[in-house]
């Protein structure tokens, strides 16, 4: 993390561990408490952090970023495996058969 | 991709305290986790049978290839959603803006009392009665509101009639209220009460001076007749016949328990602990919507706990949020209340006929139209149909775009199955349909109250059976 | 504990017996056409025998006899036995003044539970749904109910779909409870089948023993089990059927019997009734009782919870088999007495008990294996006894 010339936090991530999709989740649901500026640069996204309050904890705020990410990470992974299952769910709740057997569920 | 001896069903995860994870699954049916037990069973290392067995028991996950957790889930989603067609079940006919309070937190333009041209005409009555008689819903609830619905009453016993006469050809189960302050009770409107089955509905903001300094009327005698109407009601209809609601305002955060106890004095059974929200004259005032969330949650959890507490005594005591709340944690049914759904209660749950014959989506969208904002004006009795109504892009374009099924952060949200979609508070405190929920009261309000009956029951078996019980009603 | 079956000693037989079921009657009772066997007392009365004569000869003479030994002095008018083409062993198939009675329909299962009473036997048997029918013929008109047992009934599936209608027919008024795994149901065909008998007031009862498949199918030591009968519910629910699920508690579903209830209230709310039923230390409990055995004052706890979230939820909630002094007290509304009256006895530390009469006392065919804490009560039932199936709150 550094702190550049206008004021702004900056942390970096590899993007080949972290996804683009869950570092923008990430950003959105910490948006209460700073706005995130990402970027790419070479093999690194780079993250500018602008906390809403001046006052805030710079460590703290990188940290926040930080767990979100590996949580978005999480989400997507988890959506991405049962996905399927989601949908078979809730094809069968909107079908019609009334006995449980039915053509989708036979091995 | 399975991990080791078991397949993650479609969950989503919450940190919950400290120590803890919620789990929760596509219906509301929870467990939690230590975050080293979390860890373990997203990367497979778990070796803990017994709560492996427990996670599989509320369909969290699953055993390779197994099909029953799958087809129960199915069941239960059904079970959620059966109701999704039948709507609209309640319909809200604002018989006159006219009314005798000036209450501060107001959220309707009142007249004064003399006003007779805010009173709504038996003809607009008669085209929103059609209107209402298309609903799919094999059950009708008429509320009478206002200003005071009871200053227009020729109109309410007219609208009765004519709703029972209508009935005879569709066979729905109907209900009644009037949502009135009770000030203007006389013996034939008690009769009309008692003879038609009509509910009453008040409002009794707490004790004498918190209620009288909310609730102003010529005298300042409103909790006085409150309560002598509330009383009356009981003794003259049934103590099932009359409920009441409380609206919180400042004043009332610091005194949950007298409120309750108030409650309690009279033989009520039910408080529902509100927020105020931020519409109408409230908006006008100052402070008058603005207190923080974190406030409003201390006395919702002060309140909660002296509720809980009530109980242990033996006074079957019920805070109606959390039970409406409970029964979407702990049951597969649909409690039916249009302000906490998703799809949005907009329409699809409650329609309503202002005195002019403007269609809203609901009442508060009607609150923001008295402020300028049409945006949840879905028509006029005179040239709209039932069809044309819940049809147009009005109500359709926040319906589908609020979705906590799509809305961001709420489709990954672990109490999304709790929730609901609330188009016309995001629109007017936001911006837009959606809402930024990572800055919005209402999420962060909910997820108080999710959090704290979450955790009581966890904690506490007492308050887990009394819950259960609050579900099952 | 009532003997149902015993050596008889055939008299003047002049061929096989025949048929194999019979009604006993009193002397003066006619029913041309049916199989009445009349119960005669011996003039012998000093050996406490008895004699059926087997019919009438077209002259009125009495027929052949079997006379019935000490050990079946309970049999009694109204009773229905099987007696052998020998004439030397009689079984008692009905009794009358029995609040159950159930058929045997065959030994056969596909389970295997660690407890089961009843142990499999693989063989031919389905000669015992024919008999079944020829008791149903000679029900009386006063008969309430009619338990249908195995083994697994629903093995021989047109053997059973055969019965059911034939009970249609011939005694539509009956109450039936059906006993099953539950596992045929998972086949569609054959629960259409089943509906469409068309019985008016039949109950299939079928236990769940977990809330998921791992302790089910471990209970019952068959794999796949909790898949099949989950299913078969499903199944028997979407075509209207009135289904109890029946739940033994014993030492691996008691740790999950609030699991199980909250199971069966968010999985399975539309079931009838939930049974949960103290163990009979019978058949293979036997053997397997370290596996098995839990002394029900051990787990009042869990059973008081179980029944309240059931009870909460609206669920009509039994328990059968519990002895009143071990119950806890919030849990004797809910208390049936539902022991075989054939295996119900009580216990020499019963005398004197206060609340004997609504007590469904002890399995006796459980011998020694009960639970250590029975004893006399002095103070009378709480009166009335709430039977609304509300749970007290608090």
């Known amino acids: 993390m550094t702190h550049s010339d206008d004021q702004a936090l900056e942390i970096t991530f590899d993007t080949a561990t972290v996804g683009l999709d869950a570092l923008q989740r990430a950003a959105y649901a910490v948006a209460h408490l700073m706005s995130v500026d990402i970027a790419v640069s070479g093999d690194r996204y780079v993250c500018r952090l602008f906390p809403r309050d001046p006052a805030a904890d710079a460590d703290e705020l990188a940290h926040r970023v930080r767990s979100e990410v590996i949580d978005q990470t999480l989400r997507l992974r988890i959506a991405a495996e049962t996905g399927p299952l989601r949908n078979l769910i809730f094809a069968l709740a909107f079908s019609q058969t009334g006995l449980a057997d039915d053509e989708a569920a036979k091995p | 991709m399975t991990q080791g001896s078991w397949q993650m069903l479609p969950i989503r995860f919450h940190r919950f305290d400290d120590d803890s994870i919620l789990l929760t699954n596509l219906v509301g049916e929870h467990f939690f986790l230590s975050e080293d037990e979390f860890l373990a069973v997203m990367d497979g290392t778990c070796s803990d049978q017994v709560l492996l067995a427990r996670l599989r028991a509320r369909h969290l996950i699953q055993l390779p290839g197994e099909r029953i957790p799958v087809e129960l889930l199915a069941v239960k989603l059904r079970t959620r959603l059966r109701r999704l067609p039948d709507s609209t079940g309640l319909h809200i006919f604002v018989v006159t803006l006219r009314c005798e309070h000036t209450c501060r937190y107001c959220q309707v333009s009142r007249q004064p009392s003399a006003k007779s041209e805010y009173d709504m005409s038996q003809d607009t009555a008669r085209r929103a009665l059609d209107l209402a008689f298309r609903s799919p819903s094999p059950h009708l609830k008429i509320e009478f509101q206002g200003g005071e619905p009871l200053l227009n009453f020729p109109l309410v016993r007219w609208i009765v009639a004519e709703a029972n006469r209508l009935n005879q050809a569709h066979a729905k189960r109907l209900t009644f209220v009037i949502a009135t302050n009770l000030a203007l009770l006389s013996t034939e409107i008690l009769g009309f009460c008692a003879a038609e089955g009509i509910y009453l509905s008040t409002s009794l903001d707490g004790p004498a001076d918190l209620h009288n300094s909310n609730r102003r009327r010529p005298g300042q005698d409103s909790w006085e007749r409150t309560v002598a109407g509330i009383r009356l009601v009981q003794e003259r209809l049934g103590p099932d016949r009359v409920s009441a609601l409380m609206t919180t305002t400042e004043a009332s955060l610091g005194r949950p328990r007298e409120i309750i106890d108030g409650y309690a004095d009279l033989g009520l059974r039910q408080v529902f602990l509100r927020p105020i929200s931020p519409y109408g004259f409230a908006l006008r005032q100052r402070g008058g919507a603005g207190y923080d969330v974190s406030r409003w949650l201390a006395f919702y959890d002060a309140g909660l706990d002296h509720i809980i507490d009530l109980n242990r005594k033996g006074v079957p005591m019920v805070e109606t949020y959390a039970a409406i709340i409970a029964k979407k944690m702990f049951t597969n049914e649909d409690p039916g209340y249009v302000d906490l759904t998703s799809p949005a209660g907009i329409g699809l749950g409650a329609l309503v006929y202002n005195y002019d014959g403007d269609v809203y989506a609901s009442d508060e969208g009607r609150m923001l139209a008295e402020m300028g904002d049409h945006t949840f004006r879905l028509g006029n009795v005179r040239n709209s149909d039932y069809r044309d109504i819940l049809l147009s892009e009005e109500l359709l374009t926040p319906l589908q775009q609020s979705l906590t099924l799509s809305a961001p952060m709420c489709n990954t949200c672990a109490f999304e199955p709790y929730c609901g979609a609330d188009p016309v508070f995001h629109h007017a405190t936001m911006g837009d349909f959606v809402g930024h929920k990572a800055m919005s009261s209402f999420c962060l309000r909910n997820m108080g109250v999710f959090t704290t009956i979450l955790r009581r029951a966890r904690d506490d078996s007492f308050t887990r059976n009394l819950f259960w019980r609050w579900a099952q009603q | ?394």
């Open chain 3, 1 to 394: 504990m009532m003997k149902l079956s015993a050596r008889t000693k055939p008299i003047g037989l002049r061929g096989p017996v025949h048929p194999d079921v019979w009604r006993v009657c009193r002397p003066d009772e006619q029913s041309p056409g049916l199989p009445l066997a009349c119960l005669v007392t011996d003039s012998e009365a000093a050996t406490g025998a008895r004699d059926i004569h087997l019919g009438r000869s077209p002259t009125g003479v009495p027929g052949p006899a079997v006379r019935l030994p000490t050990e079946l002095a309970h049999v009694t008018a109204g009773d229905i036995v099987a007696i052998s083409p020998d004439g030397r062993r009689v079984t008692v198939l009905w009794k009358k003044a029995a609040k159950h009675n159930s058929l045997l329909l065959t030994e056969q299962c596909d389970n295997y539970c660690l407890m089961c009473s009843q142990p499999p036997k693989d063989r031919d048997d389905t000669w015992l749904f024919d008999r079944a029918k020829r008791v149903v013929d000679l029900l009386p008109a006063s008969a309430v109910s009619l338990g249908l047992t195995g083994g697994e009934p629903t093995l021989a599936a047109d053997a059973l779909i055969d019965l059911l209608e034939y009970c249609r027919k011939r005694t539509p008024w009956l109450q039936l409870h059906l006993l099953s795994n539950g596992r045929r149901f998972a086949d569609p065909s054959f629960t259409r089948r089943y509906a469409q008998v068309g019985y008016a007031d039949i109950m299939v009862g079928i236990p769940v023993y977990g809330p998921e498949a791992c302790l089910h199918d471990f209970i019952v030591q068959a794999e796949g089990a909790f898949e099949e009968t989950i299913h078969g519910i499903l199944n028997l629910a979407s075509l209207g059927q009135r289904i109890e699920i029946r739940i033994v508690l014993q030492r691996h579903t008691v740790p999950v019997l609030h699991d199980l209830a909250i199971f069966i209230a968010r999985n399975l709310l539309f079931v009838d009734q939930v049974a949960l039923m103290g163990l009979e230390m019978t058949g293979l409990a036997r053997p397997n009782f370290a596996e098995v055995w839990v002394d029900p004052a051990d787990y009042q706890r869990q059973l008081v919870e179980a029944t309240r979230t059931l009870a909460d939820a609206h669920i009509v909630t039994k328990i059968f088999n519990h002895q009143l002094c071990v119950l806890d007290q919030r849990l004797w509304p809910f208390a049936v007495q539902s022991i075989s009256d054939w295996k119900n006895g009580y216990l020499d530390v019963c005398c004197g008990c206060s609340v004997r009469d609504a007590c469904g006392g002890v399995f006796t065919t459980s011998g020694e294996r009960v639970s250590r804490h029975l004893r006399s009560l002095d103070d009378p039932l709480p009166s009335p006894l709430d039977t609304s199936g509300r749970f007290p709150a608090g």
